[in-house]
């Protein structure tokens, strides 16, 4: 089954993501701050990140960036869900290496699409 | 002037600040029980949904969707039968009142041969008495006595069974053609209401095939439709993000301002214009206060909104379809029953009506042979006619009483010539009536009706599908009645978050009053006093840390004194853009 990972420092988003993407039939790991992110990505394998940008500790860009240098996800599917939607924060994001951009609220039935589309 | 930190509004927007910080650990957890109380629900609506859908697909299933084409065929191979059959029972009738008729003019001709039989028996005796009168000169017409003697018996004997079958064919054909024509009738009646009642079936099946399919259909719209409400709500649980990052910025705003009102200068103008820019700020926040109420008050009203409509649900219409599919399946099968009956009925009387053509068939092969045979006589009896008158006419004056005979013997031989011509006749029209009855008879073959022995095998067939359909819609049905009532009893538990997270934001209203109040205690000027430059510092000063759209529309909005910005409505959620 395939692995994914929600990092983001709101627990109910961490629920929301998660609750959207197990009924479809993903494993779902949740991460409180990019630090954790990282660390949880560091330990296993995900097959897409879907990451808040504003968090204590190691915000989006910067894990995004840390990921990009691990070994094996280099070409991980990583979405940004954010409240932010100003251009120049999706420009960073898309150069530290994020492949998409959601600005919360999700909506549920676009983002297991695209999660089927990215994730074979 | 500077601001003492104990002053009363700086306790004020103390206590505001700290307010606001309670009330984001304690929103976490309203928040969090209401997404909960929200997956649950949409999960069982999902159940809720995947059963309707079954439903649905059972109901628009080709096996299902065929019945209604397969009882209107049915319907209308029973309508061809029942004309043809009409007809040709129709048809019957002639037949058997043309063959009695035919069978009457034989009767006529038995009796004229019967008499003719007797007349030749006689002619034999007075031969005989003649014969042996002559003696000797007689010995040549002891033929003639023994050829009338012999042409007696066999016309007689031919005659005898020519008359025993007439009589036994009108006897068969009399009570054939009492029960045709007393029935004919009442197979009529039966046959009409039958027709009536087939098409009053067919009204009924193709009506409740409608309403099969609107039903499920209308269900699953009404459930889609709160699964669409219980998705917009669990959106706007997502929304709380932004909503806590107002009130975090809201304190981060207070804590502000606070700082500043500790710096105040003690300068008329900068005191003015801190002063100013203070009081801007303070109406920012407690714009991004009222921004928080209105979204809140708006989620509120959508868990509510959507709590009522579940408990509207019902699901009558849908757990109605299985015995709905089970009575029409009843209804039918009753009508192929009756149907079945009539073919049962049909057949008897098809039993009959092939006997009688069997024994027309026969009768038109019986006359056909005596017509033979009698052809055979005629032929005799004129042989014999011109040798009898020749040998006569040989002896001269004493065989006058031969003679005699001889003529009758003629004329007897011109009686039956003209029997034989009659014989002939009547088997043309028996022959003629076979021919024009044989088409008829195609309905009454043994082998039945194609057209409607396939389409009964199709609706029997049919019915068997729908029946399966009818119990596994009632198997649904009673599942969906039990999820509604699981998604109804969590319903309680989602509204004691509704009311959880309203009284947990309650608190705004009056974090939010007290700092409206505090600046007229403190007696600040009003925002009216900002110059451009104040406007675009406080803006900077202020929007620094936000993260939003929605708290920079607020805080501009704020600034122009203008009303707040129509909420985000983002209940569907937003799309994901791919880069």
């Known amino acids: 089954m395939k692995q994914i990972l929600t990092v983001d420092d709101s627990a109910s988003i961490r629920q929301m993501v998660s609750f959207t993407l197990t009924k479809t039939g993903y494993v779902v790991t949740e991460a409180v701050d990019g630090r954790d992110g990282l660390s949880q990505c560091g330990r296993q394998k ?55 951009w959601i600005v919360k609220p999700f909506n549920a039935d676009q983002l297991i699409a695209v999660v089927l589309k990215l994730v074979k | 002037m500077v601001v003492a930190a104990g002053s009363l509004a700086f306790q004020t927007f103390e206590r505001a600040e700290a307010g606001i910080a309670s009330l984001l650990r304690e929103a976490e957890d309203a928040i969090a029980a209401v997404a909960g109380g929200f997956e649950e629900l949409a999960k069982q609506t999902d159940g809720v949904l995947l059963l309707a859908g079954q439903i649905v697909a059972c109901v628009e299933d080709e096996r299902v969707r065929s019945m209604l084409p397969r009882v209107q065929s049915l319907g209308g191979a029973a309508r061809v039968f029942i004309h043809e059959r009409l007809q040709a029972t129709a048809g019957v009738l002639e037949m058997v009142t043309a063959e009695a008729r035919l069978l009457e003019r034989l009767s006529q001709l038995t009796r004229a041969q019967r008499s003719i039989a007797r007349e030749t028996q006689t002619l034999s ?58 029935g004919l009738p009442r197979i009529q009646k039966e046959f009409a209401r039958i027709e009536a009642d087939l098409e009053g079936a067919l009204s009924k099946a193709a009506a409740s095939q409608t309403e099969l399919a609107r039903a499920p259909e209308q269900f699953q719209g009404v459930v889609g439709e709160i699964a669409s409400q219980i998705a917009g709500v669990v959106a706007a649980v997502q929304g709380h993000d932004i909503t806590r990052q107002q009130l975090e910025h809201v304190r981060s705003g207070l804590l502000l301002i606070l700082k500043k009102m500790e710096g105040l200068d003690e300068l008329a103008t900068e005191a003015a214009s801190g002063q100013a820019r203070i009081a801007a700020g303070l109406n920012i926040q407690v714009y991004q206060l009222r921004s928080v109420e209105a979204t809140v008050d708006h989620w509120v009203a959508q868990i509510g909104e959507c709590s009522q409509n579940i408990l509207r649900i019902g699901a009558s219409e849908v757990v109605a379809i299985g015995p709905a599919v089970l009575e029409q399946e009843r209804e039918l099968s009753s009508q192929l029953q009756r149907i079945e009956h009539l073919e049962e009925e049909c057949e008897a009387d098809s039993a009959e009506v092939r006997s009688t053509f069997d024994g027309l068939a026969n009768l038109m092969q019986l006359v056909g042979e005596h017509v033979e045979r009698s052809r055979t006589v005629r032929d005799r009896l004129q042989l014999l006619t011109f040798n009898s008158i020749v040998e006569a006419s040989h002896l001269g004056s004493q065989a006058d009483a031969i ?36 088409g008829g008879m195609q309905t009454f073959s043994e082998g039945g009706d194609g057209a409607l022995g396939m389409a009964q095998a199709e609706t029997r067939e049919g019915l068997k599908n729908l029946h399966i359909a009818a119990e596994f819609a009632a198997s649904r049905a009673a599942e969906v009645e039990a999820a509604i009532a699981r998604l109804q009893a969590r319903v309680g538990v989602v509204d004691a978050a509704r009311e959880r997270l309203q009284a947990c934001f309650n608190a705004i209203d009056g974090i939010r009053k007290e700092i409206e109040a505090s600046p007229r205690q403190t007696a600040y000027a009003a925002t009216q006093g900002l110059t451009r ?37 983002s209940l569907q959620g937003n799309s994901v853009e791919l880069f």
């Open chain 2, 125 to 182: 005796v007075l031969t005989n008495i003649e014969v042996a009168r002559l003696g000797q000169l007689g010995v040549g017409f002891q033929y003639l006595a023994r050829q009338l003697d012999e042409f007696s018996q066999s016309v007689a004997a031919d005659t005898k069974q020519l008359a025993l079958h007439t009589e036994e064919r009108q006897t068969s054909l009399r009570d054939t053609q009492r029960r045709f024509t007393a």
């Open chain 1, 46 to 100: 995900f097959d897409l990140i879907i990451t808040d940008l504003n968090m204590p500790n190691l915000d989006g860009i910067q894990m995004i960036a840390a990921i990009r240098k691990l070994p094996g996800y280099a070409f991980t599917p990583i979405l940004m869900l954010t409240t932010e939607s100003q251009v120049e924060k999706k420009d960073a994001g898309r150069k530290a290496g994020a492949t998409g």
């Open chain 2, 533 to 569: 430059g104040d406007h675009a510092q406080v803006e900077e000063m202020f929007s620094a840390s936000y993260t939003t759209e929605m708290e920079r529309e607020v805080l501009r909005a704020a600034l122009c004194g203008g009303p707040l910005p129509a909420m985000l409505q």
């Open chain 2, 403 to 438: 003679l005699e005979i001889s003529q009758c013997i003629k004329r007897i031989s011109s009686d039956w010539s003209e029997l034989t011509d009659r014989s002939a006749q009547v088997k043309e029209e028996i022959l003629q009536l076979v021919e024009k009855t044989r």
